[in-house]
């Protein structure tokens, strides 16, 4: 680690890692001496010692200095700038006030930070943060507070702990830790995440949530719910063990025990996996769907399904079976389901059948109203004709 002061600038040649204890031990010596004799008075009046008994670190104490880092080939990793900094030799800990720094990748700035104090440890290879750390990534505009920074740059890895909060155009986000990936562009949260979207309007809730930045993405590894806005109202909401939201085509992935709930009108749809177009306000399933109607009590049940929120309307294909609160019952190889008018038209080996009186209708297709037991089966264009089964009622002795 360099430490430059600004009344005495000082050429020094960069430190090979192979000799970085015995390089800061002549360079702290050298700026010592210099401090020393220019201005022993002066260091003294504003840096008194304080060392207890049975110290003896030797620190020294700089005022408007700059700490500086560089990697094997003379790159920096790393540069701050503070009002006074403090460095104590035998534990290679340097200490800085007020400090703004720039943290580097491959020669390049990453982050801008700004904090109350800095400590930089393990013979310079890290560097921390402590107390209301401001973060700026200068490429894409993202801003994270926190209050406690580490900085790992061979590992490519800055960490965020204890209240975060991350800024930009495109997302805004809470957590209690942020790992940053820079040559990725890429940020974990975990911990309480609470994360908001812009455009598509959504807020999500959940443990840990990747953001890959270049790809406009939102990846939500543990069980995730996403609320979704219209006028600053939630219009619906998903659920499950994992999501992927594309920020960009606007179309979240819900995977294992996937939900999504509407409010008007008050439904459920719930399969393994789900595709859910924000953009369209669309919800498609390949895998076996089950869509419930919670004001009417209707269950139905396909192989697949598709659900149009404008127009509210459910399509169903493949082993379709809906169950109404009496009993009653429809089968057949494809359904629309009409919310708004309460209507559906079945086709396709249609079997209807209710409990009382208890009968079983036949035919090519059907349509009606499920919960009033209104249901009209015919015949297609197959010829076959509508079969009509009355089963009586036992008598009670």
Avoid at 165 to 186: P, Y
Wanted: glycine fraction near 8%; charge should be positive; aromatic fraction near 6%.
């Amino acid at each position: 680690m360099t430490i430059r002061k600004n009344f005495f600038p000082v050429l020094l040649p960069y430190p090979s890692s192979s000799a970085a204890s015995p390089f800061l031990s002549l360079v702290l010596c050298f700026l010592l001496l210099l401090i020393t004799a220019c201005s022993s008075q002066t260091q003294t009046a504003k840096q008194p010692q304080d060392n207890t008994p049975g110290e003896t670190d030797s620190k020294l104490t700089v005022y408007g200095g700059i700490l500086e880092q560089f990697d094997e080939v003379g790159r920096p990793i790393w540069s701050v700038k503070a009002k006074q900094a403090r460095y104590t030799e035998e534990k290679e800990i340097g200490q800085v006030d007020q400090p703004y720094g720039e943290l580097y990748q491959d020669g390049k700035v990453v982050y801008q930070i700004t904090a109350e104090k800095a400590d930089i440890q393990q013979n310079g290879q890290q560097l921390f943060l402590k107390g209301k750390i401001f973060a700026k990534d200068p490429r894409n505009g993202i801003m994270l507070y926190g209050n406690e920074l580490e900085w790992r740059p061979k590992e490519d890895l800055l960490i965020l702990r204890d209240r975060i909060n991350g800024q930009h155009k495109q997302l805004q986000a809470i957590a209690k830790e942020a790992k940053v990936k820079t040559r990725e562009q890429r940020i974990d949260f975990s911990g309480g995440v609470l994360a908001n979207s812009a455009d598509p309007p959504l807020q999500i809730r959940t443990e840990h949530l990747i953001w890959k930045i270049k790809d406009q993405k939102l990846i939500g590894d543990r069980p995730v719910q996403i609320d979704h806005y219209k006028n600053k109202q939630v219009t619906d909401r998903g659920r499950g063990d994992s999501a992927e939201i594309n920020l960009k085509t606007k179309i979240a992935t819900i995977n294992k025990n996937s939900q999504i709930e509407l409010l008007d009108p008050p439904m459920q749809i719930a399969s393994n996996a789900m595709t859910w177009n924000l953009n369209t306000e669309t919800v498609k399933s390949n895998t076996p769907v089950r869509v419930f109607h919670k004001a009417e009590n209707v269950t139905v049940t396909g192989n697949q399904g598709e659900l149009k929120i404008p127009q509210k309307t459910v399509y169903l294909t493949g082993n379709v079976n809906g169950v109404g609160q009496k009993g009653q019952s429809i089968q057949s190889d494809n359904l629309t389901w009409y919310l708004d008018r309460k209507i559906v038209e079945a086709q396709g080996n249609v079997t209807y059948r209710q409990v009382n009186p208890p009968m079983t209708f036949n035919g090519d297709k059907a349509q009606g109203n499920i919960q009033t037991e209104n249901i009209v089966v015919k015949a297609g264009n197959t010829g076959k004709r509508v079969i009509t089964e009355i089963i009586p009622q036992e008598k009670i002795p």
